[in-house]
């Protein structure tokens, strides 16, 4: 690990407001504390010596910190090495031109947008700051202004939505200059608002249909899948995310960040005081020897190319053994062949159940 590129992951944790369903850790954005925030992002760069081949700027809603993240992303350029993805994510409603331009000159090359519908009934009841007609003039923006790769955020399963208005969503978005799609279901978590107070949201099988729906029709606009939740034009897959799923190092900073690093999965903590304050960020460790067969397989297996057999043999894992176990399997839900076993897009919908058959 040790001569290779890392990823860089940066959480910002400050939002216009909360959205209903959302339980990443994020507060309501406040000038004041950016730059204090901007100077604990500086500090805990400046405390690793390593270069990154991906920087990625997630959240909570990064955009609206876009001249802190310029300055940052000048002050560790020489820890950026030539031709990384850098990434933000962007929401419509607090993008402008300015912050795209300013983003753009200073080196992020990839802006990930939260549209989650072009529908606007479903986005006033998701809470969204944003309309349909914002969305697309964000994105329309960006490729002005010369960003070449461009990734919305689609969901699944939310209120008001039907095959016919997800279909909408799908192909108008198709029409946009983008080169990426990331498609999530929606899942109601413990605290957050639709916690408190459910939405009337579609059945399971339906959302299951939903899924499907999404796949076909994204693969018939050119997207293939190469995960369970994303797709890409060809050679536009994330590359920052493929390192989570390929068992690859990364470093992450900010309250709420996620490390894997030095051989060790650790933490930091949800709060951006603590954070800002502490001449560190305080880490709690999440796993101490993460690198077994379990759970490499069970990042791999949300890949579309699964496991490769020619990988398996740093675990002493049995091939044969292995397609013993997959053979139980039903046959829509997996394939095996040649040169390893993958889910299909059936079984990504049951991936949790098949993972266990496979590898417990
Ligand atoms: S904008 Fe994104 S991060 Fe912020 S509250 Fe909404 S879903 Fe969460």
Same mark, same amino acid.
């Given at each position: 690990?040790?001569?290779?590129?890392?990823?860089?992951? +940066?959480?910002?944790?400050?939002?216009?407001?909360?959205?209903?369903?959302?339980?990443?850790?994020?507060?309501?954005?406040?000038?004041?504390?950016?730059?204090?925030?901007?100077? @604990?992002?500086?500090?805990?760069?400046?405390?690793?010596?390593?270069?990154?081949?991906?920087?990625?700027?997630?959240?909570?809603?990064?955009?609206?910190?876009?001249?802190? *993240?310029?300055?940052?992303?000048?002050?560790? #350029?020489?820890?950026?090495? @030539?031709? @990384?993805? *850098?990434? +933000?994510?962007?929401?419509?409603?607090?993008?402008?031109?300015?912050?795209?331009? %300013?983003?753009?000159?200073?080196?992020?090359?990839?802006?990930?947008?939260?549209?989650?519908?072009?529908?606007? !009934? &479903?986005?006033?009841?998701?809470?969204?700051?944003?309309?349909?007609?914002?969305?697309?003039?964000?994105?329309?923006?960006?490729?002005?202004?010369?960003?070449?790769?461009?990734?919305?955020?689609?969901?699944?399963?939310?209120?008001?939505?039907?095959?016919?208005?997800?279909?909408?969503?799908?192909?108008?978005?198709? $029409?946009?200059?983008?080169?990426?799609?990331?498609?999530?279901?929606? =899942? +109601?978590?413990?605290?957050?608002?639709?916690?408190?107070?459910?939405?009337?949201?579609?059945?399971?099988?339906?959302?299951?249909?939903?899924?499907?729906?999404?796949?076909?029709?994204?693969?018939?606009?050119?997207?293939?899948?190469?995960?369970?939740?994303?797709? @890409?034009?060809?050679?536009?897959?994330?590359?920052?995310?493929?390192?989570?799923?390929?068992?690859?190092?990364?470093?992450?900073?900010?309250?709420?960040?996620?490390?894997?690093?030095?051989?060790?999965?650790?933490?930091?903590?949800?709060?951006?005081?603590?954070?800002?304050?502490?001449?560190?960020? #305080?880490?709690?460790?999440?796993?101490?020897?993460? $690198?077994?067969? !379990? &759970?490499?397989?069970?990042?791999?297996?949300?890949?579309?190319?699964?496991?490769?057999?020619?990988?398996?043999?740093?675990?002493?894992?049995?091939?044969?053994?292995?397609?013993?176990?997959?053979?139980?399997?039903?046959?829509?839900?997996?394939? %095996?062949?040649?040169?390893?076993?993958?889910?299909? =897009?059936?079984?990504?919908?049951?991936?949790?159940?098949?993972?266990?058959?496979?590898?417990?």
């Amino acid at each position: 690990m040790a001569n290779k590129d890392l990823g860089l992951y +940066i959480h910002v944790p400050f939002c216009r407001s909360k959205c209903p369903y959302c339980d990443f850790y994020s507060i309501k954005y406040s000038a004041s504390t950016a730059d204090d925030y901007k100077n @604990a992002v500086l500090r805990n760069i400046s405390a690793y010596d390593e270069v990154f081949d991906t920087v990625y700027f997630g959240g909570g809603t990064p955009i609206l910190l876009y001249n802190e *993240i310029a300055d940052i992303l000048k002050q560790i #350029n020489l820890k950026i090495s @030539a031709n @990384a993805e *850098i990434t +933000i994510e962007a929401n419509p409603e607090s993008t402008t031109k300015e912050a795209l331009e %300013i983003l753009y000159e200073s080196g992020v090359n990839r802006v990930s947008f939260g549209v989650q519908s072009l529908n606007d !009934d &479903e986005l006033l009841a998701l809470g969204r700051l944003h309309n349909s007609q914002t969305a697309i003039n964000s994105i329309i923006d960006a490729c002005e202004i010369g960003f070449k790769n461009i990734s919305a955020d689609l969901m699944l399963g939310i209120p008001y939505q039907n095959r016919q208005s997800l279909y909408h969503s799908i192909n108008e978005l198709a $029409k946009l200059p983008i080169t990426h799609i990331s498609a999530y279901m929606l =899942k +109601i978590e413990e605290g957050t608002g639709f916690y408190k107070n459910p939405p009337k949201l579609p059945d399971e099988d339906f959302t299951s249909d939903l899924y499907i729906l999404t796949c076909d029709e994204l693969e018939k606009n050119g997207f293939f899948q190469y995960e369970i939740s994303n797709f @890409a034009k060809r050679s536009f897959e994330s590359k920052h995310n493929l390192k989570y799923w390929d068992s690859e190092e990364y470093i992450g900073i900010g309250p709420s960040s996620h490390s894997f690093y030095g051989g060790r999965r650790f933490a930091v903590l949800r709060n951006l005081r603590e954070f800002i304050e502490m001449p560190l960020q #305080n880490i709690y460790i999440t796993e101490e020897n993460p $690198k077994t067969f !379990d &759970e490499w397989a069970m990042l791999k297996l949300r890949l579309s190319k699964g496991i490769l057999f020619d990988e398996i043999g740093q675990f002493g894992v049995n091939k044969d053994e292995l397609i013993n176990k997959a053979k139980i399997i039903p046959k829509q839900l997996i394939n %095996i062949d040649e040169t390893g076993i993958y889910l299909t =897009k059936e079984g990504f919908l049951l991936s949790n159940n098949i993972i266990e058959k496979l590898i417990f």
